[in-house]
């Protein structure tokens, strides 16, 4: 952590003493840990996903809904017993998994944190990502988890750095996505139809960009085989303040239909995600809520 190469910005900050470009230091900071019910239906199940918002972040995305934990700075640095405390009240709670959520930057804190527990929690660990991930840091993150949960952004470079500075991601989190397939194999569920072991790789369409979509899509099914991951595809854009061009809209029918119909004909399957989702709404309060206090 003294000149931090975790992530493919490999800014070499020194977190011991400051931040990097995730904006965070080395130590566990937390926005929230409560149960989530509007993941895919595999991971929140019935009784909620038990979900563990982590602040910073790799990309920064312009239309991330996360902003306030993901550039803004939210959260409150937890110890590794009290986050060990967490997830074990979360677990109380009935939680269907331990869902960390955009984890990666701490993954050298979170892995030393859950390794002596993992037998204890006896519920699947979810790692939550945006996909921009470094093989190693995924290998390392694979110790303790069960079911990989990436996104897969954009097919194009020009895109990548235009929404999220990041020319390379297309590469990089198709490397990262195989890794995760090959740590977890295929989806093999309960008999309750929770995800026990496998990747659910997540594709968000944005509106005037539905070539993208499909090109990602093309990419994903020739690079690790559509057979071998869930896919959950995501109409859920909401405009960010401030948003211009296609991004100042939400998707149309036209778009999404377009591309599921392409994602079917790749022999995709997995979950659709209705147009009502499109809303603030979903978006959880990060009031650090289950952080603060032991729920």
Not at 256 to 283: C, K, N, P, W
Request: glycine share 8%; aromatic share 8%; proline share 5%.
């Amino acid at each position: 952590m003294k000149e931090c190469r975790l992530c493919p910005r490999s800014c070499g900050a020194n977190r011991e003493t400051g931040v990097g470009f995730c904006r965070v230091s080395e130590r566990i900071t937390l926005a929230r840990a409560a149960l989530h019910h509007w993941e895919e239906p595999c991971i929140s199940g019935e009784r909620g996903s038990g979900t563990v918002f982590f602040s910073g972040c790799s990309l920064g995305c312009v239309f991330c809904q996360n902003r306030e934990i993901s550039r803004g700075g939210k959260g409150m640095e937890v110890d590794a017993e009290r986050f060990r405390e967490i997830l074990f009240s979360l677990k109380a709670q009935g939680a269907e998994n331990i869902n960390l959520v955009t984890p990666m930057h701490y993954a050298p804190a979170i892995t030393a944190a859950i390794s002596p527990i993992k037998a204890q929690l006896d519920i699947p660990v979810v790692c939550n990502t945006g996909g921009y991930d470094k093989k190693e840091t995924v290998d390392l993150m694979a110790s303790v988890t069960d079911c990989f949960l990436p996104d897969f952004k954009f097919a194009t470079g020009e895109l990548a750095a235009r929404y999220a500075s990041a020319p390379n991601y297309p590469q990089v989190a198709l490397d990262a996505i195989e890794r995760m397939v090959q740590h977890t194999g295929r989806a093999v569920f309960d008999q309750r139809g929770i995800l026990q072991r496998g990747t659910l790789v997540r594709h968000l369409i944005l509106p005037g960009n539905r070539k993208d979509s499909i090109r990602a899509l093309d990419l994903l099914a020739e690079r690790v085989g559509a057979e071998n991951v869930l896919l959950s595809l995501m109409s859920q854009y909401t405009p960010q303040p401030g948003a211009t061009g296609p991004l100042a809209r939400r998707i149309t029918e036209f778009e999404y239909r377009s591309v599921l119909e392409h994602a079917l004909s790749l022999g995709f399957e997995g979950y659709m995600q209705d147009r009502s989702s499109a809303t603030a709404i979903f978006t959880p309060s990060f009031d650090l809520e289950g952080v603060s206090e032991i729920v």
